[in-house]
């Protein structure tokens, strides 16, 4: 069964910096793409950062140039470093894994919020 467990969400100021951690059980992590989504409220679940499994990286392009994503294929972890926080960043934040790129059929974490105060 695939697990993905998110971690280090919380409160933050803005301009501050916060690392998510999602760890994945249950399947050969390092043969799959990784991502990070969030869901704002009353707004639509988007796409933040993903990486593939051979590295290839892309980003919002709200995010880029202030979020990192990166794996660590040992640890079955995938990390996003967001530096430069704003109030507008704030949402849940949710890990997915799928085959590819596409997230069509990705299993999900159960989120972590972020809240960004000015």
């Known amino acids: 069964q695939v697990q993905l467990v998110e971690s280090g969400g919380g409160l933050v100021q803005a301009g501050g910096s916060l690392r998510l951690s999602c760890a994945a059980s249950?399947?050969?992590?390092?043969?799959?793409?990784m991502g990070w989504y969030r869901q704002a409220p009353g707004k639509q679940r988007e796409l933040v950062a993903a990486m593939s499994s051979g590295g290839t990286t892309m980003y919002a392009d709200s995010v880029k140039g202030r979020f990192i994503i990166s794996r660590d294929n040992a640890k079955n972890t995938v990390y996003l470093q967001m530096n430069s926080l704003k109030p507008e960043d704030t949402a849940v934040f949710y890990c997915?894994?799928?085959?590819?790129?596409?997230?069509?059929?990705?299993?999900w974490g159960q989120g972590t919020q972020v809240t960004v105060s000015s």
């Open positions: 997915a894994l799928d085959r590819n790129l596409s997230f069509m059929r990705a299993y």
């Open positions: 249950g399947i050969i992590f390092s043969y799959n793409a």
